[in-house]
């Protein structure tokens, strides 16, 4: 069974317009933690990074990771590269949580990150067995 991402996913304007409106928030949450000038620049890095893939459309990785030159191949690669950056994650993750409790910390908030990723990956495999 093939599953398709959802049509305005695979427009080449998803991908700019989700980071400008991620350097909005990243404006918000900095202003309302009072450095906006942070978060100006957070706006600035994040509209940047939205024209630059916006204006390098010829390239097929861009294309690719902007969603409007999908095809199976990418989509394999790009659960490949999600899977290897969520066991980067993990690994971090348990990394930071042992330092923490060599230097007598409670672990938080990597014991709670874990519990997700932990609780999340059964989850998935629970509903992918019953369902696939």
Do not use: C
Request: aromatic fraction near 10%.
């Amino acid at each position: 069974m093939t599953r398709h991402s959802p049509a305005f996913t695979r427009t080449k304007w998803f991908l700019p317009l989700f980071s400008v409106a991620m350097g909005g928030l990243l404006l918000a949450a900095s202003w309302l933690g009072g450095h906006p000038g942070a978060g100006l620049v957070f706006l600035a890095a994040m509209t940047v990074f939205g024209l630059v893939i916006l204006l390098a459309g010829r390239s097929e990785t861009v294309r690719g990771l902007r969603g409007d030159g999908r095809d199976e191949r990418f989509a394999q690669m790009d659960m490949r590269a999600t899977a290897v950056s969520g066991l980067v994650l993990i690994v971090a993750l348990i990394v930071a949580w042992l330092v923490e409790i060599a230097r007598g910390h409670s672990g938080n908030p990597y014991s709670w990150l874990l519990a997700i990723s932990g609780l999340s990956y059964l989850i998935a495999v629970v509903i992918l067995r019953w369902g696939g």
